[in-house]
């Protein structure tokens, strides 16, 4: 194997996991303990143990590599623990309150069935700017750019001098309509900058309309709220993993992953587009290994230690979310759609002593303490401790021997807060408690499916994680689905398929364009000459982005889509336009017909309505270059006999009883092998459970298929 030349890097809430690609997409991986408190730490290790794995040194590693790209979930968690910068928010007088009224949708998301019934325990989200560090200035645009009233500077004067007394370290300019013309608060944001310079203050600002120049206020305003509030902290981590990156020898800058599927610089301005780039990274490996092997209806299921992520891909068609809510705030923010629960290895368990209700969560070990069997402190049962007391996880080969893990202590712990509690004994306590977390994922994973209209026999389960194989087996069971696959590089999964990204920038903006079914020749020319000038300044705004990345404008490619509904719809399907130009009546109805093809592949062929006329809501373009990325290998079959791979044996609780389970080694398995439950196939990184009569077949891409029995 020649040297690798990219690094790929998941920080997930309890593991970091790297993955080393050399030119003919070869790859190993590594897995070491996230480090909340300094990301590059756990980054350094992961990546350490990748290059121990290759058996390289670390400034062999960094020296040599061209990409090194980064993803996980650092600036939501600042979101999530409200531990953001300082903030002031200047807007158009008389929507002062909209950051507390915000929207139906966010102020009600994340509550359960009952809670929506009974309102008496409903709350907002508790807002990132208080009604006092906000501030009104008279000024109006309306719906169509015009300028209805015009700034009245001195109230924006006064509106940052307050904001500077009071020592905010962001200020974000947001008004009405400026996402048609922002020529407004592009004059606000001058006379800011005046004050902030006279005041020698360290305050940066923030307008909407470069941030997301997108319809809706609320989501655009919490758009660049949220890039004002929690980007600082995590482009401070991404530089200090690019710093530590280049004193071990890189030579270039840290990529990191944006939330619709490209790469971009950790300087990139919009880095609030990156924040949940950990479990996106997890459907570009799924699209691109279902390409790979031709299969193209899969559901992809990605456990950790916190959460339990799933996404849909439906006939190639991955489902783009025009506006996802992220910690009860609804953004314009294009991202792949996720659906999450919260369900992994690190949940920690608690047993009420008086109702002996259990509860799943919703906290987790994550990786300090972590689980009480890794002895770094932790004193709450999780369900990976549970793993570890039925003899699922194997004490001594925990990240490939690395982690010793105290199965005793697991287990004294586990009996004195939840078997004692419950009266039952703790081997069936301990199965009790993986089987609770793998019905919700089970549930969970049959309302995704329900959800797209199509049979369970069409889909085919991706499963991966560092706790996917070890729970596949129980949250798979009884939906019907086509084929369940699971991979050797399972808990590298996120990480592999960051690596399949290439560089990317998007570029969009709001229109409303009203194509009637009858318009004739004619009125097609006016609606696509619109068109056509809005993708020409979009296409060359997101080549000079590109440009000034590093990349080479012959090696750029540039591809036009839009938003587009049934005239009278609530929701927009994004269609990749098939032309780069629309020049004439024809080149329309062209990209017309595309759109209905892409809203028939997603919902039904019945399910299209041409009559109602066709509306576009948003047009944009996408910029990318491409990077190596890793491949799989076709071999060829051999014997079904998987005794190469075998360790030996060792008991272990399943389906209510001891049994002796045959061990593997996960990586010696070849092509052709089939093994047979009760075994547990081993990795450094991953553990595969196979229940009794249940098999595992290796495929001629080294994929592993799951079978129930029965």
């Not at 290790?45 to 040194?57: F, L, T, V, Y």
């Not at 200090?240 to 840290?254: M, N």
């Not at 009420?352 to 070990?365: C, M």
């Given at each position: 194997m020649q040297n690798p030349i990219v690094i790929g890097i998941d920080a997930g809430g309890t593991m970091t996991d790297t993955i080393l690609v050399d030119k003919d997409g070869r790859f190993k991986i590594g897995k070491a303990a996230t480090t909340p408190r300094d990301e590059a730490e756990g980054f350094l290790q992961s990546a350490e143990d990748a290059a121990e794995a290759?058996?390289?040194?670390?400034?062999?590693?960094?020296?040599?590599?061209?990409?090194?790209?980064?993803?996980?979930?650092?600036?939501?968690?600042?979101l999530l623990s409200r531990t953001g910068r300082r903030l002031g928010l200047i807007t158009t007088k008389g929507t002062e309150d909209m950051i507390l009224m915000g929207r139906g949708l966010q102020a009600w998301s994340d509550y359960s069935y009952a809670d929506r019934l009974h309102a008496v325990t409903h709350q907002h989200?508790?807002?990132?700017?208080?009604?006092?560090?906000?501030?009104?200035?008279?000024e109006r645009v309306d719906q169509f750019g015009d300028v209805v009233i015009p700034v009245y500077e001195h109230e924006a004067r006064t509106a940052a001098k307050a904001l500077i007394k009071d020592k905010v370290e962001g200020i974000c300019i947001c008004l009405l309509f400026s996402h048609v013309n922002p020529s407004h608060e592009k004059r606000i944001a001058e006379i800011v900058a005046e004050e902030v310079k006279k005041a020698n203050a360290d305050i940066r600002v923030y307008t909407s309309h470069e941030i997301r120049p997108v319809i809706r206020e609320q989501?655009?305003?919490?758009?660049?709220?949220?890039?004002?509030?929690?980007?600082?902290?995590?482009?401070?981590?991404?530089?200090?993993i690019e710093a530590i990156s280049k004193s071990h020898g890189f030579k270039y800058g840290v990529q990191t992953l944006l939330s619709f599927g490209g790469l971009t610089s950790i300087k990139h301005p919009r880095l609030h587009e990156t924040m949940i780039s950990g479990p996106i990274g997890g459907i570009l490996g799924a699209a691109y290994v279902g390409k790979m092997i031709g299969n193209d209806n899969l559901v992809c299921s990605d456990m950790g230690g916190t959460s339990f992520d799933m996404g849909v891909?439906?006939?190639?068609?991955?489902?783009?979310?025009?506006?996802?809510?992220?910690?009860?705030?609804?953004?314009?923010?294009?991202?792949?759609?996720?659906?999450?629960?919260?369900?992994?290895a690190g949940m920690i368990l608690k047993v009420d002593p008086l109702t002996k209700k259990i509860s799943l969560g919703p906290e987790s070990a994550g990786s300090d303490p972590g689980p009480i069997c890794f002895g770094r402190g932790g004193t709450e049962?999780?369900?990976?401790?549970?793993?570890?007391?039925?003899?699922?996880?194997?004490?001594?080969?925990?990240?490939?021997?690395?982690?010793?893990?105290?199965?005793?202590?697991?287990?004294?712990?586990?009996?004195?807060?939840?078997?004692?509690?419950?009266?039952?004994?703790?081997?069936?306590a301990a199965e009790g408690m993986i089987h609770m977390l793998e019905t919700d994922a089970n549930n969970a994973l049959r309302r995704v499916i329900s959800g797209q209209g199509i049979h369970p026999s069409e889909f085919s389960l991706f499963s991966y994680g560092g706790s996917g194989p070890l729970h596949l087996a129980g949250y798979s069971r009884g939906i019907g689905l086509k084929d369940i696959i699971t991979f050797k590089f399972a808990a590298a999964f996120s990480a592999f398929g960051c690596t399949t990204a290439d560089y990317m920038r998007r570029h969009a903006v709001s229109v409303q364009i009203d194509i009637p079914p009858t318009a004739d020749d004619k009125a097609l020319s006016v609606f696509g000459a619109k068109v056509n000038d809005i993708w020409v300044d979009l296409t060359a705004r997101a080549i000079t982005e590109m440009e000034e990345d590093g990349h080479k404008k012959s090696k750029i490619r540039t591809e036009?889509?839009?938003?587009?509904?049934?005239?009278?719809?609530?929701?927009?399907?994004?269609?990749?336009?098939?032309?780069?130009?629309?020049?004439?009546?024809?080149?329309l109805k062209t990209v017309i017909a595309a759109f209905e093809d892409v809203?028939?592949?997603?919902?039904?062929?019945?399910?299209?309505?041409?009559?109602?006329?066709?509306?576009?809501a948003e047009l944009g373009v996408v910029a990318t270059a491409d990077k190596v990325k890793p491949v799989l290998i076709k071999h060829d079959l051999g014997a079904a006999d998987p005794k190469a791979a075998h360790k030996g044996k060792r008991r272990v609780y399943l389906s209510g009883a001891w049994h002796v389970a045959e061990i593997y080694e996960m990586d010696d398995l070849q092509p052709g092998n089939e093994v047979v439950g009760p075994a547990i196939i081993e990795h450094p990184a991953t553990t595969l459970v196979v229940h009794p009569k249940d098999r595992v077949r290796i495929d001629e891409w080294e994929l592993l298929h799951y079978k129930h029995a029965g």
């Amino acid at each position: 194997m020649q040297n690798p030349i990219v690094i790929g890097i998941d920080a997930g809430g309890t593991m970091t996991d790297t993955i080393l690609v050399d030119k003919d997409g070869r790859f190993k991986i590594g897995k070491a303990a996230t480090t909340p408190r300094d990301e590059a730490e756990g980054f350094l290790q992961s990546a350490e143990d990748a290059a121990e794995a290759w058996g390289i040194s670390l400034d062999t590693l960094f020296s040599g590599v061209n990409v090194v790209l980064y993803s996980g979930t650092g600036m939501l968690n600042t979101l999530l623990s409200r531990t953001g910068r300082r903030l002031g928010l200047i807007t158009t007088k008389g929507t002062e309150d909209m950051i507390l009224m915000g929207r139906g949708l966010q102020a009600w998301s994340d509550y359960s069935y009952a809670d929506r019934l009974h309102a008496v325990t409903h709350q907002h989200p508790a807002p990132l700017v208080p009604r006092r560090r906000t501030h009104g200035v008279t000024e109006r645009v309306d719906q169509f750019g015009d300028v209805v009233i015009p700034v009245y500077e001195h109230e924006a004067r006064t509106a940052a001098k307050a904001l500077i007394k009071d020592k905010v370290e962001g200020i974000c300019i947001c008004l009405l309509f400026s996402h048609v013309n922002p020529s407004h608060e592009k004059r606000i944001a001058e006379i800011v900058a005046e004050e902030v310079k006279k005041a020698n203050a360290d305050i940066r600002v923030y307008t909407s309309h470069e941030i997301r120049p997108v319809i809706r206020e609320q989501s655009r305003l919490n758009s660049v709220l949220i890039e004002a509030y929690a980007t600082s902290r995590g482009r401070a981590q991404l530089e200090g993993i690019e710093a530590i990156s280049k004193s071990h020898g890189f030579k270039y800058g840290v990529q990191t992953l944006l939330s619709f599927g490209g790469l971009t610089s950790i300087k990139h301005p919009r880095l609030h587009e990156t924040m949940i780039s950990g479990p996106i990274g997890g459907i570009l490996g799924a699209a691109y290994v279902g390409k790979m092997i031709g299969n193209d209806n899969l559901v992809c299921s990605d456990m950790g230690g916190t959460s339990f992520d799933m996404g849909v891909i439906t006939r190639g068609q991955t489902r783009l979310e025009n506006e996802p809510i992220m910690d009860r705030f609804k953004l314009n923010l294009p991202t792949l759609h996720l659906d999450t629960i919260g369900a992994g290895a690190g949940m920690i368990l608690k047993v009420d002593p008086l109702t002996k209700k259990i509860s799943l969560g919703p906290e987790s070990a994550g990786s300090d303490p972590g689980p009480i069997c890794f002895g770094r402190g932790g004193t709450e049962p999780t369900i990976a401790d549970c793993d570890a007391i039925l003899g699922r996880l194997n004490p001594d080969y925990f990240l490939g021997g690395k982690v010793k893990l105290d199965v005793a202590k697991a287990e004294r712990i586990f009996k004195q807060k939840c078997a004692d509690v419950l009266g039952v004994p703790v081997h069936e306590a301990a199965e009790g408690m993986i089987h609770m977390l793998e019905t919700d994922a089970n549930n969970a994973l049959r309302r995704v499916i329900s959800g797209q209209g199509i049979h369970p026999s069409e889909f085919s389960l991706f499963s991966y994680g560092g706790s996917g194989p070890l729970h596949l087996a129980g949250y798979s069971r009884g939906i019907g689905l086509k084929d369940i696959i699971t991979f050797k590089f399972a808990a590298a999964f996120s990480a592999f398929g960051c690596t399949t990204a290439d560089y990317m920038r998007r570029h969009a903006v709001s229109v409303q364009i009203d194509i009637p079914p009858t318009a004739d020749d004619k009125a097609l020319s006016v609606f696509g000459a619109k068109v056509n000038d809005i993708w020409v300044d979009l296409t060359a705004r997101a080549i000079t982005e590109m440009e000034e990345d590093g990349h080479k404008k012959s090696k750029i490619r540039t591809e036009p889509f839009l938003m587009m509904r049934y005239t009278g719809q609530l929701e927009d399907v994004e269609v990749i336009a098939p032309l780069r130009a629309v020049k004439t009546p024809n080149d329309l109805k062209t990209v017309i017909a595309a759109f209905e093809d892409v809203y028939e592949k997603i919902n039904h062929r019945v399910s299209r309505y041409g009559q109602a006329g066709f509306s576009i809501a948003e047009l944009g373009v996408v910029a990318t270059a491409d990077k190596v990325k890793p491949v799989l290998i076709k071999h060829d079959l051999g014997a079904a006999d998987p005794k190469a791979a075998h360790k030996g044996k060792r008991r272990v609780y399943l389906s209510g009883a001891w049994h002796v389970a045959e061990i593997y080694e996960m990586d010696d398995l070849q092509p052709g092998n089939e093994v047979v439950g009760p075994a547990i196939i081993e990795h450094p990184a991953t553990t595969l459970v196979v229940h009794p009569k249940d098999r595992v077949r290796i495929d001629e891409w080294e994929l592993l298929h799951y079978k129930h029995a029965g």
